[in-house]
């Protein structure tokens, strides 16, 4: 392939046809054949007759052009295909990642920890604990974010996220 780190811009048009006719499993088909309706050839398939090409070559112009032009009408439902083959795909991805989900509600009252993290001002190192606290939940907020009270009452300056923290077992 390459001798050298320098003769990489050679094989950069064999990487680009690479990318382009290899399939996505999230679309169900290559970028190629959306962009242009068909899949690609490659050069030992022009010169090796293929059925695709043999039926090419037994055309006449007027039905070469009429079999181009139901090309250029089957994009969109290639399209279609595809936008619908990706919201499935989506939708299998959000099942599995659900499955693996587990959901802990947190209540008002509630002890928990803090976790923290290496730009707080309270990190002392990789040895010292991740988790400090305990705090007692004063308020859920919505999208996952609560008021944090200390235990002598003092009310937490900033409201903290959900992934942030983890129930305190005692």
């Not at 070469?64 to 991805?93: C, P, S």
């Amino acid at each position: 392939m390459i001798d050298n780190h320098r003769g990489w811009h050679e094989m950069l048009p064999y990487a680009l046809l690479g990318y382009q006719t290899a399939g996505r499993t999230s679309i169900g088909a290559t970028p190629y054949l959306l962009v242009y309706g068909v899949e690609a050839m490659i050069h030992d398939e022009v010169e090796i007759p293929s059925l695709r090409i043999i039926q090419e070559d037994k055309l006449s112009n007027v039905d070469w052009v009429r079999n181009q032009i139901e090309h250029l009408a089957l994009i969109d439902e290639k399209m279609m295909t595809v936008v619908f083959h990706g919201q499935l795909y989506q939708q299998r991805i959000i099942c599995a990642f659900n499955k693996r989900v587990i959901f802990r509600p947190f209540e008002e009252g509630q002890l928990v920890l803090k976790r923290i993290f290496p730009h707080h001002d309270e990190y002392k190192g990789k040895f010292a604990p991740n988790w400090h606290g305990p705090y007692m939940v004063r308020k859920v907020l919505s999208g996952g974010a609560w008021i944090l009270l200390e235990m002598d009452g003092q009310e937490w300056p900033k409201p903290i996220n959900l992934h942030v923290v983890k129930r305190y077992c005692i």
